[in-house]
């Protein structure tokens, strides 16, 4: 089993930041991609932003400038600095991560439980 455990959510006015953590753990041999992505109230999940092994990231248009990546592979962590929030940044935010289990070699693909972000006046 491969577990994802998101922290950093609340509540912030517009304008404001908030940092999102996400951790990692269980039966890693490895990890490819991590990324964000969130879910509003009677709309799709969407992807926020990802990034590879490698330090590649890419970004929804709609948080290009505002938000950032960024992955500490050693705790097996990805981390989305949020700046210049919007109220229509609001949305359950999920972590998602892709890899190889330890022991099986088998691929993992595997979401956190989400965490509410509210931008709101």
């Known amino acids: 089993q491969v577990q994802l455990v998101e922290s950093g959510g609340g509540l912030v006015q517009p304008g404001g930041s908030l940092k999102l953590s996400c951790a990692a753990s269980?039966?890693?041999?490895?990890?490819?991609?991590m990324g964000w992505y969130r879910q509003a109230p009677g709309n799709e999940r969407e992807l926020v932003a990802r990034v590879t092994s490698g330090g590649s990231t890419n970004y929804a248009d709609s948080v290009k400038g505002r938000f950032t990546i960024s992955r500490d592979i050693a705790k097996n962590t990805v981390y989305l600095q949020m700046n210049s929030l919007k109220p229509e940044d609001t949305a359950v935010y999920y972590c998602?991560?892709?890899?190889?289990?330890?022991?099986?070699?088998?691929?993992?693909?595997?979401w956190g439980q989400g965490t509410q972000v509210t931008v709101s006046s």
């Open positions: 998602n991560a892709d890899g190889v289990r330890k022991y099986s070699y088998q691929p993992f693909d595997s």
């Open positions: 269980g039966s890693i041999y490895s990890i490819n991609d």
